[in-house]
């Protein structure tokens, strides 16, 4: 979850420096909305691509491409499949089931 960003300005001894990347898990709260933002799945697949890029990771070169492939595709899998299609539609008819009651 880090990408490789320009900041010449900011440190003109090197061209480049690894930022973290908008939604991540550095702290609770960018974690839960990193896991709202995929249980709404808008943008799940970019998320994806993310948690596939995780934990081998060194500040030479930045994360490995895939190097939490299997981890990263069965959590994101997981997490649609229960968070998504049942939790939020289970919260989505208990709304109209009382909407419907009055």
């Known amino acids: 979850?880090?990408?490789?960003?320009?900041?010449?300005?900011?440190?003109?001894?090197?061209?480049?420096?690894?930022?973290?990347?908008?939604?991540?898990?550095e702290?609770?709260?960018k974690g839960m909305i990193?896991?709202?933002v995929m249980a709404s799945l808008e943008a799940?697949?970019?998320?994806?691509?993310d948690l596939l890029d995780g934990p081998e990771f060194s500040h030479e070169?930045?994360?490995?491409?895939?190097g939490n492939f299997y981890y990263g595709a069965g959590y994101?899998?997981?997490?649609?499949?229960?968070?998504?299609?049942?939790f939020m539609n289970l919260f989505v008819g208990v709304i109209f089931d009382?909407?419907?009651k009055q």
């Open 27 to 29: 702290n609770i709260f």
């Open 1 to 25: 979850m880090i990408d490789c960003i320009n900041l010449r300005r900011a440190n003109p001894d090197s061209d480049y420096v690894w930022a973290a990347r908008e939604f991540n898990f």
């Open 98 to 100: 009382e909407f419907a």
């Open 76 to 86: 994101t899998i997981v997490f649609i499949v229960l968070g998504s299609f049942f």
């Open 44 to 49: 799940w697949p970019t998320l994806m691509i």
């Open 61 to 66: 070169v930045g994360p490995i491409e895939n």
């Open 34 to 36: 990193f896991l709202f």
